[in-house]
């Protein structure tokens, strides 16, 4: 296998991942009434409530809980939103198909993917704190702007490469 090659696969892995990713993290936004209480019962707190907690952690996850539960026996038509955000997930997704089918062409996707994840950053942090969302719950957010960054930079990165190599080999 030539350096090309090489190249072409660590991105496809790489943009797989991606896809991957954004597919999981839609997914998640939709039964957010369903985690909550699987979390309550993996994390031993089911059956108190976020008066009853007794660490800061529980007390969040609790009172998410019971405003998603309240939410949803009152207004549940405001989960549209968060089955929006899953489709925007989706069609994100299905966006970097053109990467994985055509790299250098599409480079542009992975330029597009760096610049979400790095305004990850200052949306959770602006917005966390306007909503009331704790510190340590707003890293977690930032976390996958991160953790999505590192992938998307090494594809940028690998396409810019294979198309030097490309350019030089014709």
Not at 51 to 78: C, K, M, N, V, Y
Not at 88 to 111: K, M, Q, S, T, Y
Request: glycine residues 8%.
């Amino acid at each position: 296998m030539n350096h090309a090659q090489i190249l072409q696969t660590r991105i496809r892995w790489l943009t797989w991942f991606i896809i991957a990713g954004l597919v999981v993290s839609g997914a998640t936004a939709m039964p957010l009434t369903a985690e909550l209480d699987v979390m309550a019962k993996w994390f031993g707190i089911a059956e108190q409530t976020s008066a009853t907690a007794t660490s800061e952690f529980a007390r969040w996850l609790l009172t998410i809980r019971e405003a998603l539960h309240a939410t949803g026996s009152q207004h549940p038509f405001l989960f549209y939103g968060t089955d929006w955000l899953a489709f925007g997930h989706f069609v994100i997704a299905i966006a970097f198909v053109g990467a994985l089918r055509e790299p250098v062409r599409n480079r542009w996707l992975f330029d597009f993917g760096l610049i979400a994840c790095v305004l990850v950053l200052p949306f959770a942090f602006v917005f966390g704190g306007l909503r009331g969302i704790p510190i340590w719950w707003r890293l977690i957010d930032c976390s996958f702007g991160v953790f999505g960054f590192v992938p998307l930079w090494l594809c940028r990165r690998w396409s810019r490469e294979l198309e030097t190599k490309t350019v030089s080999s014709a």
